[in-house]
């Protein structure tokens, strides 16, 4: 259902307009600089986005930083951290992510050096509400040459009540084929550890001991317990989006949130979004399940039962990369890429529902390619927030645009 008229979307390397009976959308270039990239999108305990993104320092470097949006617009950028051997791929992407009002969270990818895919994560933590920052730990002992990464955050309630780190991550541990150490099925696992305010590890349990190797994860914290999102990946080759949930009794395997029999040998690179508000849970994923490409959204409440029919939200030539946030009541966002053809996408917005979903927005247009990355959303009140990577003279820039209202404009 969801195309929309293509002629209007292929004049500019960005097109603030609006698309399919959606009003315009409200432009700011954002706080981040040219040469910035990898945007993440999160919001402060009071409810205030906070963006980051990562950018080069020097020659050989690069820094992770964020900037906070307030009543007077965004504040001036504070750097998380600086170096040089960083992992930076348009999939795998960093994030600071606020999980109290003084305990914020943050990670990024440093390499090994013993092989492309070979990186670990880096962790700090803030107890000052972002403004300084622990030295990096890595949230595992494994030291093998393989990938770590794809993380997912949220606040863990700790022994005495206080927050602590929840992170869940793809772990390529098992890919060394070592059968002295107890590696000879290679394969990537889903793990969750939970890491103190002070950097003390603990916790570190495997989630789905073989799951789809590149695909990114998302998590969302609710009354109910902490549940993770992820492709799950079968011994047959079926990749469906699972989900996981983490209670008082430790963790629950939910199964597939749509059993679509997925069949593919390789990694789509393309990850569900999951975020919940009031009392529902929301799942969004793109799938070629029978040929067909789509972008589907399923809901389930927190009070039980299972997951509800599954939407389709777009089925003409999505490309995927999805995100979803909770705006207001039972109502969500979703946004995905859609391919435009030669070389063009548009970053889609819709509102969904109890009914399904409402009329789509085009937020921007960009580049179709891997180096376009994900775009990220973000709930602000009835309003959404988007991020996204343009491009210009081969300069990649992050941009912010706010989607005035999409909430009751969605119900129209």
Known sequence: ?????RRALLGGAVVMLAACGGAPTTGDDGPAPAGSQLPRLSATADGRPVLSWVEPDGDAGHRLRYSRLDADGWRAPVTVARGSGWFVNWADVP????????????????????GTYAYDVA?????????????????????????????????EPGPSGDAEVGLAWLDGRHMVLDPARGHDDPRTTLRAAVVAPDGQRRAEEVID??????CPTSATRTPAGTFVAYRDRTAAEIRDIHVAR????????????????WHITGCPVNGPAIAAGGDVVAVAWYTEAGGKRRVRSARRRLDGGGWSEPVDVATDTPAGRVGLTWVTDDVFALSWLEDLGDGAAAVRVVTVDDAGPGSVTTAAT????????????????GDVLVAWTSWHDDVPRVRVTRLPDLAERGRR
């Open 1 to 5: 259902m969801m195309a929309c008229a």
């Open 95 to 114: 994030s600071v992510v606020p999980l109290t009002d003084t305990l914020w969270a943050a990670h990024w990818l440093v390499s090994q050096g013993r």
């Open 123 to 155: 962790l700090a933590t803030s107890t000052d509400g972002g403004r300084t920052w622990s030295a990096p730990i890595t949230p595992y002992p494994d030291d093998s040459p393989t990938e770590h990464g794809f993380v997912s955050i949220w606040a």
């Open 209 to 214: 001991d073989r799951v789809c190797d590149c």
């Open 246 to 261: 983490r209670g008082d009794d430790g963790w629950q395997r939910l199964g597939a949130v749509a059993a679509e029999g």
């Open 366 to 381: 960009t580049g179709a390619g891997r180096r376009a990355g994900v775009p990220r959303i973000a709930g602000i009140g």
